[in-house]
């Protein structure tokens, strides 16, 4: 194995161990009640549940987009971290959101995202929001990202000390 592999394997399974605290850093996030539900190389899964403050119509009791925007927007950047052999930043570039269908009044949104190419700079990503599964989908998105030394955004943060000790860079 080599030592690039390596380093994607650890950095999979620091994210894997503390998947819980992924999407609770990010307050906004946690406001509007993300929770990561699982990580595997390149994928990462969520759901967000129903909550009467998070509709956007009282009539129908619709979702409002902006969270499943949100949350196709924040996991994507999760699933690209986990295609990473060290922690970066990301910032997005381009968001493109396709609604197909309103979420259903009362039911949890699933999704899930996927990384499926990175160059040197750029990452780029496919999410999907549902019920079920991904046969009826309730909004697609395609995502590009850009990378970003993560030590230049994120120093003095904890849990990115640790991460670069773990994975054998410096604090």
Request: charged share 25%; aromatic share 8%; net charge negative.
């Amino acid at each position: 194995m080599s030592e690039e592999n390596e380093r994607q394997d650890m950095m999979l399974n620091l994210m894997q161990q503390n998947a819980q605290r992924i999407m609770s850093t990010v307050p906004w996030a946690q406001a509007l009640g993300f929770e990561l539900t699982g990580i595997e190389k390149g994928r990462a899964f969520a759901k967000v549940g129903w909550r009467e403050d998070l509709v956007g119509d009282p009539d129908t009791g619709v979702i409002y987009g902006g969270v499943l925007t949100a949350l196709l927007d924040n996991l994507s950047g999760v699933c690209i971290n986990t295609a990473l052999n060290k922690p970066m930043s990301m910032a997005t570039l381009d968001l493109r959101i396709d609604y197909m269908r309103p979420a259903d009044k009362g039911r949890d949104i699933l999704a899930e995202a996927e990384c499926y190419h990175i160059t040197r700079n750029v990452a780029f990503t496919h999410a999907w929001a549902y019920h079920e599964s991904r046969d009826k989908v309730i909004a697609t998105a395609a995502g590009t990202f850009a990378l970003n030394d993560i030590s230049r955004w994120a120093s003095g943060n904890a849990a990115m000390d640790i991460a670069n000790k773990m994975l054998g860079g410096e604090k």
